[in-house]
């Protein structure tokens, strides 16, 4: 009997689960974000808080899946044409996207440095889905070498420091223009951040779950 009941619950929940999808997109549209993935460009997803390969060791969200502003989505796709152009050609892996509210308290609460985590009372550019954090790649989706794995909290990860290998440094350098050029603004601390162009302007911070 307790086993019946056990079943019928999980059940229901699963069953209110797969409704609340769609609840999750149309909330996600309506604020102007959209599915990277659906935009059917070169890219490739490696979205590291889904899973426990990042600096809290921990799962932060339940999804894999990515979202960005449109306006921050379009720069991308750009960055992603001006990529191509380049003598040696690549495109990129995403590490995050659109982040909720709720995961970026739980960030702050492993690392409370403003130098890299952005304080919840504030809210950071992922948490209005106008910044993405990345990494050049192949056309198979192998990351090329920068100069830190993402999350480094070391000065190597800065994009002022020096000491690197002459083709390291050169793929950062290019990285930046690339990502400049696009409409993106970069984070001195951190080599694979970079902002949207105009992120302070009618862009609120958002706590609406990613859907599965």
């Known amino acids: 009997m307790k086993r019946a009941w056990l ?10 689960s797969v409704t609340a999808q769609p609840a999750l997109e149309d909330a996600l549209t309506k604020a102007g ?8 460009a070169p890219l ?52 995050d996207c659109y982040r909720p509210l709720s995961a970026q308290k739980k960030l702050w609460q492993a690392v409370p440095n403003p130098s890299y985590v952005a304080p919840p009372a504030k809210g950071s550019r992922h ?27 070391t000065k190597r990860a800065h994009m002022d420091f020096y000491d690197l290998p002459p083709d390291v440094l050169n793929r950062r350098e290019t990285l930046k223009k690339i990502m400049t050029q696009a409409g993106f603004t ?11 162009t105009g992120w302070k302007t009618n ?10």
């Not at 019928?8 to 069953?15: K, M, P, Q, S």
């Not at 960055?79 to 990129?92: D, H, R």
């Not at 948490?127 to 794995?149: I, K, Q, S, W, Y």
């Not at 862009?203 to 599965?212: A, R, S, T």
């Open 127 to 153: 948490n209005r889905g106008m910044a993405v954090d990345l990494t050049p790649c192949d056309f198979n989706g192998t990351p090329l070498p920068m100069p830190t794995e993402f999350d480094n909290f």
């Open 33 to 40: 974000l959209v599915d990277v993935a659906a935009l059917q």
């Open 7 to 16: 079943i019928t619950l999980l059940f229901a929940f699963n069953a209110v």
């Open 203 to 212: 862009h609120p911070v958002l706590d609406i779950e990613l859907p599965l």
């Open 44 to 95: 490739f997803f490696d979205i590291r808080y889904a899973t426990p390969r990042n600096f809290t060791k921990q799962k932060i969200y339940d999804s894999p899946r990515c979202f960005l502003h449109k306006d921050a989505a379009q720069a991308l796709l750009k960055a992603v044409e001006l990529a191509a152009k380049q003598k040696e050609p690549f495109t990129f892996c995403l590490w």
């Open 186 to 196: 970069y984070t001195r601390t951190e080599w694979w951040h970079f902002d949207k």
